[in-house]
T-cell receptor, first 113, second 116 residues
Framework: GEDVEQSLFLSVREGDSSVINCTYTDSSSTYLYWYKQEPGAGLQLLTYIFSNMDMKQDQRLTVLLNKKDKHLSLRIADTQTGDSAIYFCAEGPAGGGADGLTFGKGTHLIIQP | DAGVTQSPTHLIKTRGQQVTLRCSPKSGHDTVSWYQQALGQGPQFIFQYYEEEERQRGNFPDRFSGHQFPNYSSELNVNALLLGDSALYLC???????????????FGPGTRLLVL
């Protein structure tokens, strides 16, 4: 079955880089996503990567995909207090039609001053 | 450009009651997906609607049902509410896949349901 695993917490100092890791099991996933959720809010799409890519950079965000190991990471450069949130890794939809996304439990990013 | 909107924002019900949640998709989107996010968990896929029909369903009982209207908006209905149905219900909209086009899902702010 499908499963997405993430560490529950990550603590970094303001100004340092944050690296949030995720492993997934469904090799047929077409896209892999990173969503951000602030307290009491819905999910904000941060970035995504197509499964045949190994890296994508978007301003302070860098996504790395190791398809062989089914490992995805999100690097946030120069982490700021506004980056404090829960970050969800998600996979899907599988190729060939409609499908829901499968999410991890989320990583709480804590910023130390 | 209006994003995904949901109503109501909060709701309190008692066990055994029925509830209806509403979602309007992002402008230009035609597909609506519903997710349940329990406290401390990631969202769990309930089902997806396209062309007014349910086209994919997650592992949720028949108490969970939905509807999509001709204007692409959608409702989620939950019957015979249980305490465990307390959660944040998220709606996501997307544009149906055409060939290899990406079907990215954009989420609304959610409806927080408390069942007492």
């Amino acid at each position: 079955g499908e499963d997405v695993e993430q560490s529950l917490f990550l603590s970094v100092r303001e100004g340092d880089s944050s690296v949030i890791n995720c492993t997934y099991t469904d090799s047929s996933s077409t896209y892999l996503y990173w969503y951000k959720q602030e307290p009491g809010a819905g999910l904000q799409l941060l970035t995504y990567i197509f499964s045949n890519m190994d890296m994508k950079q978007d301003q302070r965000l860098t996504v790395l995909l190791n398809k062989k190991d089914k490992h995805l990471s999100l690097r946030i450069a120069d982490t700021q207090t506004g980056d404090s949130a829960i970050y969800f890794c998600a996979e899907g939809p599988a190729g060939g039609g409609a499908d829901g996304l499968t999410f991890g439990k989320g990583t709480h990013l804590i910023i130390q001053p | 450009d209006a994003g995904v909107t949901q109503s109501p924002t909060h709701l309190i019900k008692t066990r055994g009651q029925q509830v209806t949640l509403r979602c309007s998709p992002k402008s230009g989107h035609d597909t609506v997906s519903w997710y349940q996010q329990a406290l401390g968990q990631g969202p769990q896929f309930i089902f997806q609607y396209y062309e007014e029909e349910e086209r994919q369903r997650g592992n949720f009982p028949d108490r969970f049902s939905g509807h999509q209207f001709p204007n692409y908006s959608s409702e989620l209905n939950v019957n015979a509410l249980l305490l465990g149905d307390s959660a944040l219900y998220l709606c996501a909209s997307s544009l149906a896949r055409r060939r290899a086009l990406q079907e990215t899902q954009y989420f609304g702010p959610g409806t927080r349901l408390l069942v007492l």
